[in-house]
């Protein structure tokens, strides 16, 4: 499991990485030709697109495989050690549940897309294929929450991903 869990963090903080810095190069890159040159490089807007569209749902993943996903604790807080494990491993089983549905769903858009043959305006890319990172980071999302899973049915701690455990810093009161 440590295997996979490493693997898909290479693969998730490769295309976020890049897809990230060439956003920017991108983007400095056209501000650049509209100051000096006075005109606009039409597929930066639609690169820059794509590439936003891996960096929201692979950094689903990525979020939840470094325990940075938003958590609501309110209740959670209150429960003894032992309902934490309980009450995680049911919120990340069933997260896994809903990160595969949603790739299902997700693929049946992407059928309908290429059904219809739709491209982008300026590059004239399939857009079925862009939008194949959306089930992309739903699986690999579901994976994260499932290794979560694995990691509180075999660890004695609480996990709030594979690899980061449920802990508080203690505050000293009057502490700012």
Not at 10 to 16: K, P, S, T, Y
Not at 145 to 150: I, P, S
Request: proline share 2%; hydrophobic share 55%.
């Amino acid at each position: 499991m440590n295997r996979l869990f490493q693997i898909i963090q290479r693969i998730e903080a490769f295309l976020l990485a890049w897809s990230i810095i060439t956003i920017a190069a991108l983007s400095i890159g056209n501000v650049l030709c509209r100051a000096l040159f006075g005109f606009s490089v039409a597929l930066t807007g639609e690169v820059s697109q794509f590439l936003i569209i891996i960096v929201t749902f692979v950094g689903l993943s990525y979020a939840a495989s470094r325990g940075r996903h938003i958590r609501m604790t309110a209740f959670y807080d209150q429960l003894n050690q032992r309902w934490r494990k309980i009450m995680m491993i049911i919120i990340n089983s069933l997260t896994a549940v809903l990160m595969l549905l949603l790739a299902w769903y997700a693929f049946e858009y992407i059928g309908t897309v290429r059904f219809l043959e739709t491209v982008s305006p300026v590059l004239q890319v399939p857009l079925y294929l862009v939008y194949l990172f959306v089930p992309l980071g739903f699986i690999l999302s579901a994976i994260q929450y499932g290794l979560t899973v694995f990691r509180n049915l075999t660890a004695p701690d609480v996990y709030i991903s594979y690899s980061v455990k449920d802990e508080y810093e203690e505050t000293v009161v009057g502490e700012v």
